[in-house]
T-cell receptor
Framework: NAGVTQTPKFQVLKTGQSMTLQCAQD?????MSWYRQDPGMGLRLIHY???????DQGEVPNGYNVSRSTTEDFPLRLLSAAPSQTSVYFC?????????????FGQGTRLTVV | AQTVTQSQPEMSVQEAETVTLSCTYD???????LFWYKQPPSRQMILVIR??????QNATENRFSVNFQKAAKSFSLKISDSQLGDAAMYFC???????????FGAGTILRVKS
């Protein structure tokens, strides 16, 4: 089983560049989220989705856009990268709308903005 | 908003010994779920253990057990017979039975000495 697949695993961007972090899951989960992980701050929620066509903002949404055109895919877009967006990004999915059961995570994308 | 606090940035344990990682949380709700996730150097997030707040019995999974104190809003993880493979970052997480997100603590790095 592939589970949750994130690409790329590593990326270096220049300030002002744009890019899309890809996330795909093959478990038919309706609920998906994007987190960023920073030292001393744990994982913080950026955006989440409760199904195709429905997204909402999390704790730290500024500078990021998302869309959900299919159940499987939930890409995260950085429109104009800033050094403050240097982080490790995780995509997660769950079949449970309350996230009360096991969440499944991708292996993360380490993004460096120079 | 719910918050999760892990007050120990780093812990060390000797191989075969027992170690306890601390977690406290703040919520006004009575029905919720608590988790411990392990993140080894591979970055993969792995569910270690899950506790349902309405169950008084502490969850256990092989060498991993929790001490859940609902009144004190405390949820510690005990690792018995520590192994080198237990070395990782451990995250405590909370989800509400009425919400739609998973909230993480800052994490504790566990080092295992041989």
């Amino acid at each position: 089983n592939a589970g949750v697949t994130q690409t790329p695993k590593f990326q270096v961007l220049k300030t002002g560049q744009s890019m899309t972090l890809q996330c795909a899951q093959d478990m038919n989960h309706e609920y998906m989220s994007w987190y960023r992980q920073d030292p001393g701050m744990g994982l913080r929620l950026i955006h989440y989705s409760v199904g195709a066509g429905i997204t909402d903002q999390g704790e730290v949404p500024n500078g990021y856009n998302v869309s959900r055109s299919t159940t499987e895919d939930f890409p995260l877009r950085l429109l104009s990268a800033a050094p403050s967006q240097t982080s490790v990004y995780f995509c997660a999915s769950s079949y449970d709308s309350r996230w009360n059961t096991e969440a499944f995570f991708g292996q993360g994308t380490r993004l460096t903005v120079v | 908003a719910q918050t999760v606090t892990q007050s120990q940035p780093e812990m060390s344990v000797q191989e075969a010994e027992t170690v306890t990682l601390s977690c406290t949380y703040d919520t006004s709700e009575s029905d919720y779920y608590l988790f411990w996730y392990k993140q080894p150097p591979s970055r993969q997030m792995i569910l270690v253990i899950r506790q349902e707040a309405y169950k008084q019995q502490n969850a256990t999974e092989n060498r991993f057990s929790v001490n859940f104190q609902k009144a004190a809003k405390s949820f510690s993880l005990k690792i018995s017979d520590s192994q080198l493979g237990d070395a990782a970052m451990y995250f405590c997480a909370y989800s509400s039975a009425y919400g739609n997100k998973l909230v993480f603590g800052a994490g504790t790095i566990l080092r295992v000495k041989s």
